[in-house]
Structures are given as C-alpha cells and as structure tokens.
Nanobody
Framework: VQLVESGGGLVQAGGSLRLSCSAS????????AAWFRQAAGKGREIVAN????????YYADSVKGRFTISRDNAKDTVYLQMNSLKPEDTAAYYC??????????????????WGQGTQVTVSS
C-alpha cells in the first residue's frame, strides 16, 4: 500500500487547509486510516482516525471541533479538513493506514503504512 499526502502549506492563524491522502495498492488490507502529526522536537501524535468502511471516528482533544476526517472510497482517498488553525497546529502531517487493534488505534507504531508527510505551518 502506498500513501501520498498533499495539501500542506503556510496559512495564517484562523485559516483553513485540507489535506488529502491518496492510497494505492491493496487498501483492503488497511481497514483503518489515520492522520498523525509531528512538531519539531516532539513525538508523533494522533490527530484523527477512521475506518475506510465508515463508522466511528476519533479526534485528539486538541483538534475536536476544528478538524474533520473524511474519506472517498471510490477514490481511495482520505481527507483532513482543518479549520480555525492555530500556531500550535504547525507540524509535519502524516497519513497512515493499517489494521491496529482497538486498544492501539491512536498509537503510531500500530500502523503499517505511511505517507511521506506534508508540512503545515500556521503563522500568528
């Protein structure tokens, strides 16, 4: 499975960006898709995840109400709509896919496939 992100960039605080993650290959092997982020000097943290087939989603407390994860199954693409961006959202954002167990849905090491990352910078 190959993942390719796009949509990052520089935006002012309060602005919006939409990240896209296009998947190719045996995506049926990856029932769960997720977005993680990693700020400079920090560890990789979960932003949001969802099942490709629909159903429940998860959001980190820091992005609830501002970010929305969605998917287009026909295009094998997952999106992350980011609104009301804050300087603390500045990070490299990574798309991930895999089959983590329920207890590991927010754990980066539980995901098998990763994109190359896209940088999001929010200026104050």
């Amino acid at each position: 499975v190959q993942l390719v992100e796009s949509g990052g960039g520089l935006v002012q605080a309060g602005g919006s960006l939409r990240l896209s993650c296009s998947a190719s290959g045996r995506t049926f092997r990856t029932p769960t898709a997720a977005w993680f982020r990693q700020a400079a000097g920090k560890g990789r943290e979960i932003v949001a995840n969802m099942r490709w087939s629909g159903g429940s989603t998860y959001y980190a407390d820091s992005v609830k109400g501002r970010f929305t994860i969605s998917r287009d199954n026909a295009k094998d693409t997952v999106y992350l709509q980011m609104n009301s961006l804050k300087p603390e959202d500045t990070a490299a954002y990574y798309c991930a896919a895999g089959s983590p167990s329920w207890s590991l849905l927010t754990t980066a090491r539980a995901y098998e496939f990763w994109g190359q990352g896209t940088q999001v910078t929010v200026s104050s």
